[in-house]
């Protein structure tokens, strides 16, 4: 069976698997952010949810003749949810393959039906699933600490109270904590974008356990993960020191290190090593740190834009990237396909594109382990 068809079964199965859940009773709240996010794959899963929902006459809702126009919809769920819910929009992958090849065995439904769907999925489920305050949305009372977190696949920005402005990857928390003296802010996982507004008088520091990243008036990406974490300097220069304290005054103009002359493997609070546009700088627990002089910006950041870049990337760090975005996890059952050289662009919510890919390859054969697990063998 070729992937397409194979591909296609599985979400039929999924959406199945889902809908009948759903007539048994209430979800859990967990089983409603899975579903979520399984609807947020793409339009595919939507469609075949709604065909599953409506055998079941769950979806009463649905214009079943196709009248319903799309501004009716996005009126429905804007007045639900309070806010603009954005369709998702397919793009042609590198790899050659197109969502609309997934609707195999059925007649082809006209262009609207994706991006309805889309609307009407994120008005019965997407909202509910808003952690603690939308998108955008201006935190109250900055002098007291206000947490942000993003849940599987969720992305969202929000704007602070002097401008400043933070980028939201998927599985990403942050503490606000604006003193008299500093903006403070803890990143206790995931991944954000920090843009900073300029303010002399009340430098920006974001936090990584006793690793500190000041800038005043620039734009960097800082991404937390177990046993490192990295920065990368979009605009401006960023200040990175280890061992600070919150309250404590570095003056890193005098004593720092520029990333070029750096050759010390300690870095404290009295040697803080300065990170320049285009530079990165990784931090290990063990001390270690590693540093470019000059990176990808576009790449480093282009989760911002919901895409994965990958250039001679190994498959198993390709594949753990997708696993942070998507309920669907793959697996690598092979050392040897593990150290496949990967090449692309990619959607972060499209992890059907790399199975794709990877049949298409002729070096691999995908086997659905689970309702939500893949498994890549050698073929």
């Given at each position: 069976?070729?992937?397409v068809k194979?591909?296609?079964?599985?979400?039929?199965?999924?959406a199945?698997?889902w809908?009948?859940?759903?007539?048994d009773?209430?979800l859990?709240?967990?089983?409603?952010?899975?579903l979520t996010h399984?609807?947020?794959?793409?339009?595919?899963?939507?469609?075949?949810f709604?065909?599953?929902?409506?055998?079941?006459?769950?979806?009463?809702?649905?214009?079943?003749?196709?009248?319903?126009s799309?501004?009716?919809l996005l009126?429905?769920?804007?007045?639900?949810?309070g806010?603009?819910?954005?369709?998702?929009?397919?793009?042609?992958?590198?790899?050659?393959?197109?969502?609309?090849?997934?609707t195999?065995g059925?007649?082809?439904?006209?262009?609207?039906?994706?991006?309805?769907a889309c609307?009407l999925a994120?008005?019965i489920?997407?909202?509910q699933?808003?952690?603690?305050?939308?998108?955008?949305?201006?935190?109250?009372?900055q002098n007291q600490?206000v947490?942000?977190k993003?849940?599987?696949?969720?992305?969202?920005?929000i704007?602070l109270e002097?401008?400043?402005i933070?980028?939201?990857?998927?599985?990403?928390?942050?503490?606000?904590?604006?003193?008299?003296?500093?903006?403070?802010i803890?990143l206790h996982q995931?991944?954000?974008?920090?843009?900073v507004?300029h303010?002399l008088?009340?430098?920006f520091?974001?936090?990584?356990?006793?690793?500190?990243?000041?800038?005043?008036?620039?734009e960097f990406?800082?991404?937390?993960?177990?046993?490192?974490?990295?920065l990368t300097?979009?605009t401006g220069?960023?200040?990175?020191?280890?061992?600070?304290?919150?309250e404590?005054?570095?003056?890193f103009r005098?004593?720092?290190i520029?990333?070029t002359?750096?050759?010390a493997p300690?870095?404290?609070?009295?040697?803080?090593?300065?990170?320049?546009?285009?530079?990165k700088a990784?931090l290990?627990?063990?001390?270690?740190i590693?540093?470019e002089?000059s990176?990808d910006?576009?790449r480093?950041?282009?989760?911002?834009s919901r895409?994965?870049?990958?250039?001679?990337d190994?498959l198993?760090n390709v594949?753990?990237?997708?696993?942070?975005?998507?309920?669907?996890?793959?697996?690598i059952?092979?050392?040897d396909?593990?150290?496949?050289s990967?090449?692309?662009?990619?959607e972060t919510?499209?992890p059907?594109?790399?199975?794709n890919?990877l049949?298409s390859?002729g070096k691999?054969?995908?086997e659905?382990?689970?309702?939500?697990?893949?498994?890549?063998?050698d073929r």
């Amino acid at each position: 069976m070729n992937m397409v068809k194979q591909s296609n079964s599985l979400i039929i199965e999924q959406a199945s698997y889902w809908a009948v859940l759903l007539d048994d009773g209430e979800l859990s709240e967990k089983d409603r952010r899975e579903l979520t996010h399984w609807l947020l794959m793409g339009p595919a899963h939507v469609e075949e949810f709604i065909h599953a929902c409506v055998l079941l006459d769950l979806m009463s809702d649905v214009d079943q003749s196709k009248k319903l126009s799309v501004d009716k919809l996005l009126a429905q769920v804007e007045s639900a949810a309070g806010s603009k819910v954005t369709p998702i929009t397919q793009h042609q992958k590198l790899t050659g393959n197109n969502s609309d090849h997934e609707t195999s065995g059925r007649p082809r439904k006209t262009r609207w039906l994706p991006v309805a769907a889309c609307l009407l999925a994120g008005a019965i489920f997407a909202y509910q699933m808003l952690p603690v305050k939308s998108a955008g949305e201006t935190p109250v009372a900055q002098n007291q600490p206000v947490q942000y977190k993003t849940s599987l696949g969720e992305q969202r920005s929000i704007t602070l109270e002097d401008g400043s402005i933070i980028y939201l990857n998927t599985l990403t928390a942050v503490d606000i904590n604006y003193t008299g003296k500093y903006r403070n802010i803890v990143l206790h996982q995931g991944e954000a974008i920090f843009k900073v507004a300029h303010n002399l008088q009340k430098p920006f520091r974001v936090w990584v356990n006793d690793t500190m990243f000041q800038a005043l008036g620039t734009e960097f990406n800082v991404r937390s993960e177990p046993g490192s974490v990295a920065l990368t300097v979009l605009t401006g220069e960023v200040a990175l020191a280890r061992e600070a304290k919150k309250e404590q005054l570095i003056p890193f103009r005098s004593t720092g290190i520029k990333l070029t002359d750096f050759t010390a493997p300690d870095l404290t609070k009295d040697r803080p090593l300065l990170v320049t546009v285009g530079q990165k700088a990784v931090l290990q627990d063990n001390g270690n740190i590693h540093t470019e002089a000059s990176v990808d910006v576009a790449r480093e950041t282009s989760w911002k834009s919901r895409e994965m870049i990958f250039r001679n990337d190994r498959l198993d760090n390709v594949v753990r990237e997708f696993n942070r975005y998507n309920a669907l996890q793959v697996t690598i059952a092979s050392a040897d396909l593990s150290g496949m050289s990967v090449t692309g662009v990619f959607e972060t919510n499209d992890p059907m594109s790399l199975l794709n890919f990877l049949e298409s390859s002729g070096k691999a054969r995908i086997e659905k382990t689970d309702i939500n697990k893949v498994t890549v063998y050698d073929r």
